[in-house]
């Protein structure tokens, strides 16, 4: 499975959201930018060493992605934390 059911399902509900995330491709990932903006995405980053682009858009054109051959996994872009704040830091 190429997305957690859970994702799949909250993007089909509103499928006109626009939705940030990370696709994990097969390959270098530049090679895909094109294809991705013509799908409807905005691309925003890639990363060749993770294989993965950084891009959002509309709901439905991150579930039509997931026909794509060369797409390996979809999931959700987060903000990821790498240290606990202290109570004394501004958030």
Do not use: F
């Given at each position: 499975m190429k997305a957690r059911s859970e994702w799949i399902a909250q993007w089909q509900t509103d499928a006109q959201?626009?939705?940030?995330?990370?696709?994990?491709?097969?390959?270098?990932?530049?090679?895909?930018?094109?294809?991705?903006?013509?799908?409807?995405l905005a691309v925003?980053?890639?990363f060749r060493l993770t294989q993965t682009v950084?891009?959002?858009?509309?709901?439905?054109?991150?579930?039509?992605?997931l026909e794509l051959s060369w797409i390996t996994k979809i999931?959700?872009?987060?903000?990821?934390?790498?240290m606990k704040r202290g109570k004394n830091e501004r958030k």
């Open positions: 959201a626009n939705v940030p995330v990370i696709i994990h491709v097969d390959g270098d990932p530049k090679q895909y930018v094109e294809t991705l903006i013509e799908k409807g925003t980053h890639t950084s891009a959002n858009g509309p709901a439905q054109c991150v579930l039509d992605l999931e959700p872009d987060q903000p990821i934390r790498t």
